[in-house]
Each structure stands twice: as C-alpha cells, then as structure tokens.
C-alpha cells in the first residue's frame, strides 16, 4: 500500500441496499475525509476524523455514517442507499492542520444507485 | 457563506500561456491550495500559498492576494496533457478545505 486505497473501485447498488466503502492510508495522517463529487457541484465534504476516535460531519452528512477505529481505516457506510446518493466517492488524508502540502486523495469509487 | 468562484471552462492553445482565477469568501484563512484532476482520476496537489505574492514551479505559478481574497494559477509553455479541471480551495480558520466546483482547461493543438 502506498498512500490511500479505496475499495471497491465502482459498484452499482440496487437502492435500499447496505453498503461500505472502504479507505485505507499508510502515511500515518491524523485527519480523514470522504468527499462526494458531482457534476457541476465540486468536491463536497460528507464526514471527518480529526484523529482517531473522533468523527464529525461535513455539508453533506444524511444518508451516511463514518467510523475511526485506528489511524490507517476510515469506512463510509450508506445505511440504506438512494439513487441521489449516486456519485464519485473521495477519500482524502491530511497531517493534523492539512497546511503545506494540503490533502493526498485516494483514487476514488465510482457508485450508481439504481 | 463561505464561496469560491472559478470559472466553469476555459479553451487555450498547446505552447500558450493560460490564467485561471479564483475569488474566495471564506471565514478565517490557512492558505489556499490548487490541484489538478484529469478525466475519472483523483485530484492531485499543485500548489499551495499563504503568504501574497507568486510561487513558481516549473511551468505553473499561483499567485495570491489576501486582502482581495483572489488567487490564480498560471499555466506556461501549455502541452496537450495539461487538459484536465483545476480546483480551488481554501484552507478555513477551522482547518477544512472549501473547494470552488474547479475550471475544466482544454487544451487544444
């Protein structure tokens, strides 16, 4: 592992449906995040973990729910998935303040909720 | 309400040098980042400033104006893979990044 890994890669989830998306980093950041990106509408943040054992959410946080056991894994979960929450899922890492070099993202999942 | 605003689409010519512009709204500042994002991959970083003035790597440049909450990346010496969306984003005073909906630059020969 190298970075930030994001599993699956894309899915599509009939609606209704549980679901995990998965975020791994080896770089030992303290802050994770999940952004959802749309067409049009940029990067939008869903939750946040400052550090482990904590979570807080973004702009876009209904519909969803994150845990930080350890520093490495920060899941997303959709409790019970809708078509609007089809998107592009971003995981991102930060040192503590994201100052200097900013974020490091992981490659991304391609969800569709049909 | 925190706002970022960079055009939506800008058209430049391999070799030619482009500016993209980015105005920021935003409670507190920690700095203000532009990466770049190709077509179905990640957003990857490019610059970041804190203090005004210019920073240059390379071919790019970002500059910044705090008390006018502007920034813009400067693209030199433009190659056909320079084609991607570039984003704004602005480090706020609780250390969380707003992104502006980012600049689609197409690049053409």
């Known amino acids: 592992i190298a970075g930030i890994t994001q599993a699956p890669t894309s899915q599509i989830l009939a609606a209704g449906r549980r679901m995990t998306l998965r975020c791994t980093q080896d770089?030992?950041?303290?802050?994770m995040y999940w952004y959802r990106q749309d067409l049009g509408l940029g990067l939008r943040l869903i939750h946040y973990?400052?550090?482990?054992?904590?979570?807080g959410k973004g702009e876009v946080p209904d519909g969803y729910s994150v845990s930080r056991a350890n520093t490495d894994d920060f899941p997303l979960t959709l409790a019970s998935a809708v078509p609007s929450q089809t998107s592009v899922y971003f995981c991102?890492?930060?040192?503590?303040?994201?100052?200097?070099?900013?974020?490091?993202f992981g490659s991304g999942t391609r969800l569709t909720v049909v | 309400g925190q706002n970022i605003d960079q055009p939506t689409e800008m058209t430049a010519t391999e070799g030619a040098i482009v500016q993209i512009n980015c105005t920021y709204q935003?409670?507190?500042?920690?700095?203000l980042f532009w990466y770049q994002q190709h077509a179905g991959e990640a957003p990857t970083f490019l610059s970041y400033?804190?203090l005004d003035g210019l920073e240059e790597k390379g071919r790019f440049s970002s500059f910044l104006s705090r008390s006018k909450g502007y920034s813009y990346l400067l693209l030199k010496e433009l190659q056909m893979k320079d084609s991607a969306s570039y984003l704004c984003?602005?480090?706020?005073?609780?250390?969380?990044?707003?992104w502006g909906a980012g600049t689609k630059l197409i690049i053409k020969p």
């Open positions: 991102a890492s930060s040192d503590s303040n994201g100052g200097g070099y900013g974020y490091t």
């Open positions: 770089m030992r950041h303290n802050a």
């Open positions: 973990s400052n550090t482990a054992g904590t979570t």
């Open positions: 935003t409670s507190g500042f920690n700095g």
């Open positions: 400033n804190v």
């Open positions: 984003a602005v480090l706020d005073s609780n250390y969380q990044l707003i």
